[in-house]
């Protein structure tokens, strides 16, 4: 057992720190968020120069190497500074699915593109129907020649507006929500036949509705084998919760930060309100759920690759309830130790808040989780 | 970061498995599964077998039987011990007096007592809350007044678990009345049969006299059984609060339980159906369990600092193990009241203690008792609230 980070990661996660210390101020965020695409190109130049954007894919495929600590470090300064730009969807989700299941060549590919921050990706696998089960797939890919058309619609694919390629789910035979017959596509979002919706979200990014028509794909362009992709789509979502937990533990103590300094410096009654118990208190459940929830972001991270399926889905599913009970209960008591400015879109704490609401519904909610765990048998085995 | 046991540690706990399945005794054991209230018999017997293999006191320093086990390897002597279930080992000698004499007592003290407290032989008692002075323990007004080579101690101790069991008190007495609360209070060794001292038990919620009251009516303390120096007993009783970090949180225990539940729930019936496939149940389950590995996880964090720290500094996340450990263990007890339904309604205090054969199922009559009593577990040692003010002052700076 130990918990020390390597020397590597010691200076990634000072330099990542350093980097959103710098550049993620609140009002300077305000400010990407009203570019173009609602996230700061120079920035993203940045983190490619800093190997952020290539941290868990191998070296020779222009790499940083590094595994799911290496990720849990980015994305839980990502979350204390509430980063805009797509690298959840990028780097984690698209990268992610090519990285664990892509062919050599399509590693070749792609992964130096996105290391180097010239392809943008985002990873459509959600329907309108479909809620968390990742299984829920009507859209079709049939065999067309060597390649393949899809049709279908995607919803709410994050930052979709403004990828380049998008790694699709797709069904290739059975029924609607079998794990079987899955394929996973790379398709170039300016293909024939796409078209996509954009809007914001609540928390401050981008995202799109995206319709597939009679989409050609090429056979290259496969991710794995087509109708066998069901392991590699449980893979990226537990890469995600991993990836999901470390931002929401970011977010969490940057909120559990402000509040407390807000409760020594906000003065009513001629005192500091933090002299009250009754607030005393809260922020000290706050804390103990930030720091529960911290334990099981790096259980999750931990157990984010593990070989065994069935445990890791086990794993990654508690991860997930225990960051989506503290977020809640963190965000919510954030919120109320502010009083009214906490309720204002001028005030920080609030956009942590909408941030990790929103997380709660990427990948599955808590009860979802709970459901799923509990059908599975629990965590806690004879053996301890 | 890597969260997972060494393969050395992974050795070790497979040998300390390997014991607590060999070496308990089966009597002993059953009556753990059952919940119910192992004697003093059964402790002693239990130590014994410990103190033989050299593990009494696995947490204390080595010259003194310790093991030198870092903390990890005691964490995982802990777990095991609750998964067994084995008893805990008397916790006012082995994680209360036992350092503290090692810490601050006299050669002539250490060579005197800890033998027999590593063994059992002598049983303590904690003489620490009085009627006026619970989660304001530095107000105590147990008065000792210095009289030739004896103290003489008048006043009034409340919740002393063990006392009439136990062969000596540590015990804080006020000695100086006239400074700031904590700076006169002195720490000793009272021997239990010393005239003056009388105990009345006092039956808790489970029908056990699990504590008592005790009065000191001129009772006479030799001053060689005072520890450390005069008016400093404040110091040595806080040097504890930080020390019982690693056991605190109480995982296996509760794991333990946990494990009870769901075997139990597989024999009930609801709807045509064992309890145990019941959506909600397991879903109730599971939300437990899912606190739990966190609180496991954090506590492995924990640990980890004490590996570093190498030393007994007070850690205030210490309080974060003592509330969610507290409330997990409550959670868990009051599962096992659900599991058993109307059983639970039969008061088997026989049963409890040991001695006589239950009315209802075995697994079933004790829960309600256990659950009734556990909830002192978020009261004793500092309530909750207290480690909330801790945590307040001493991490979030409020």
Redesign the interface.
């Known amino acids: ?5 390597s020397e590597e ?1 010691r200076m990634l996660k000072e330099s990542v720190d350093r980097l959103v210390a710098e550049r993620y101020s609140f009002e300077q965020r305000k400010a990407y968020g009203k570019e173009a695409e609602g996230w700061n190109r120079g920035l993203w130049k940045q983190y490619a120069d800093m190997g952020l954007l290539s941290v868990p894919f191998e070296e020779k495929y222009g790499g940083f190497g590094g595994g799911a ?1 290496e990720t849990m470090i980015v994305m839980e300064a990502f979350g204390r500074g509430l980063v805009l730009e797509p690298y959840f969807a990028t780097v984690v989700l698209a990268g992610g699915a090519i990285r664990m299941g892509g062919s050599e060549e399509q590693k070749k590919a792609i992964l130096p593109k996105i290391a180097d921050g010239s392809l943008l990706m985002a990873y459509a696998y959600a329907e309108r129907q479909s809620r968390y089960d990742l299984a829920d797939v009507l859209a079709t890919a049939k065999k067309d020649g060597a390649g393949w058309v899809i049709d279908g619609e995607k919803t709410v694919v994050i930052h979709g507006d403004c990828a380049d390629k998008l790694v699709v789910v797709a069904r290739v035979s059975g029924g609607q929500r079998d794990k079987d017959g899955l394929g996973l596509f790379i398709v170039d979002a300016k293909a024939a036949g796409v078209s996509r919706r954009s809007y914001p979200t609540q928390d401050g990014v981008r995202g799109a509705d995206i319709t597939l028509k009679g989409v050609k794909v090429a056979a290259g362009d496969v991710i794995g084998e087509a109708g066998k992709a069901w392991p590699l789509i449980e893979c990226v979502s537990h890469s995600a919760i991993a990836a999901l937990a470390s931002e929401a533990v970011g977010a969490m103590s940057a909120m559990q930060d402000i509040t ?1 300094e807000y ?2 410096t906000r003065q009513q009654f001629g005192v500091a309100i ?2 009250f ?1 009754a607030l ?2 809260r ?3 706050m ?2 759920a930030l ?6 972001a ?2 999750g ?2 157990m984010a690759e593990d070989p065994n399926a069935e445990e890791r889905a086990k794993a990654m599913a ?1 991860t997930k ?2 960051i989506g009970k503290s977020a809640k209960y963190v965000g919510q008591q954030a919120i109320q130790l502010h009083g009214g400015i906490g309720v204002t879109m001028e005030y920080k704490v609030g956009h942590y808040f909408m941030r990790t609401t929103v997380m709660e519904t990427q990948f599955g909610d808590t009860d979802h989780h ?2 799923a ?3 599975a048998g ?3 085995s ?1 053996a ?1 | 970061m890597d969260l997972r046991y060494t393969d050395e540690e992974l050795a070790f706990r497979e040998e300390v498995r390997e014991f607590f399945r060999t070496e308990l005794p089966e009597d002993i054991r059953r009556k753990m599964i059952n919940g119910q209230v192992p004697v003093k018999e059964e402790i002693n017997r239990w130590q014994k077998i410990l103190n033989r293999k050299g593990w009494a006191v696995p947490g204390w320093a080595p010259e003194w039987g310790g093991t030198g086990w870092d903390a990890v390897k005691l964490h995982i002597f802990k777990e095991a011990m609750h998964l067994a279930p084995a008893p805990e080992p008397l916790t006012y000698n082995v994680n209360m007096i036992g350092p503290v004499l090692i810490a601050f007592g006299t050669e002539e003290q250490k060579k005197c007592f800890l033998p027999g407290i590593a063994n059992l032989d002598i049983w303590f008692c904690q003489g620490f809350s009085e009627p006026g002075a619970g989660s304001d323990l530095a107000s105590l007004k147990t008065r000792a007044v210095r009289d030739g080579n004896d103290y003489v101690v008048n006043g009034q101790k409340l919740w002393t678990g063990t006392a009439h069991e136990a062969d000596y008190m540590f015990c804080l007495v006020r000695t100086d009345p006239d400074v700031k609360k904590q700076k006169g209070i002195t720490y000793l060794l009272i021997k239990m049969d010393t005239p003056g001292i009388s105990v009345r038990p006092v039956v808790t919620l489970d029908g056990v006299p699990h504590t008592n009251e005790v009065f000191f009516d001129n009772v006479r303390v030799p001053v060689k059984n005072r520890v450390g120096e005069e008016n400093k007993g404040w110091d040595y009783a806080k040097y504890l609060l930080g020390n019982e970090r690693i056991g605190i949180a109480r995982v296996g225990l509760s794991k333990s339980r946990l494990n009870r539940a769901r075997e139990r729930a597989a024999n009930v019936t609801v709807d045509g159906k064992p309890l145990a496939e019941n959506s909600r149940f397991r879903e109730r389950l599971a939300a437990i369990e899912v606190e739990l590995k966190a609180l496991e996880i954090t506590n492995m964090r924990v640990i980890d600092e004490v590996k570093r720290s190498a030393g007994n500094a007070q850690d205030p996340k210490a309080s974060i193990l003592k509330i969610k450990g507290s409330e997990l263990q409550q959670a868990a007890t009051e599962v096992l009241v659900e599991v058993s339904g109307r059983d639970v309604a039969r008061s088997e205090t026989g049963f409890l203690m040991g001695d006589e054969p239950p009315i209802g199922p075995d697994w079933a009559v004790t829960a309600a008792h256990n659950y009734f009593y556990h909830r002192a577990d978020s009261i004793y040692g500092g309530s909750n609230e207290i480690q909330h003010n801790i945590i307040a002052k001493a991490i979030l700076g409020l």
């Open positions: 057992m130990d918990f020390d980070l990661q600590v407390v409760l020594k933090g002299s118990q005393q208190h922020a000290v459940d804390l103990v720091e529960q929830g911290r334990s099981m790096m259980y991270t931990m508690a309830v225990q709970l459901a765990l509990a059908r629990g965590l806690v004879a301890g």
